[in-house]
C-alpha cells in the first residue's frame, strides 16, 4: 500500500470514527493512540462503525480479527484495515 493511501485510509477512518467518539470535543483531531472507550466508543457504537467501515470503505472485517483489541485504538483498528486493503 502506498503512503497515499495509508493517508486516505487514516483520514477516513477518522471520519468514521468522530461521530462515534462522544466524550471527543468538537473540532479535536482524532487521538489515533488513545483508548477509543474512553473517548465514548461503546459496543453499540462499535457495531454501528463496523457497519459503516463495511459500507462506506468496502472492507469486511472476518470475524477472527473482531477482538476487544481490534477495537482498543484507531491505530489498532488502522492496522487491521490496512491488512485487508
Known amino acids: 500500500m502506498t ?3 495509508t493517508t486516505g485510509l487514516d483520514s477516513q477512518l477518522q471520519d468514521l470514527l ?3 467518539l462522544r466524550f471527543l ?19 453499540m457504537a462499535s ?3 463496523l457497519m459503516e467501515i463495511e459500507s462506506q470503505m468496502g ?9 476487544t483489541d481490534t477495537f482498543s485504538t484507531g491505530n489498532h483498528l488502522l492496522a487491521v484495515l490496512q491488512k485487508l486493503a
Open 47 to 49: 457495531i454501528d462503525l
Open 3 to 5: 503512503d497515499t493511501a
Open 18 to 20: 468522530r461521530p462515534h
Open 25 to 43: 470535543k468538537a473540532g479535536e483531531p482524532v487521538p489515533m493512540d488513545e483508548d477509543l472507550g474512553r473517548l465514548g466508543l461503546d459496543s
Open 59 to 67: 472492507l469486511q472485517i472476518p470475524d477472527e480479527m473482531m477482538t
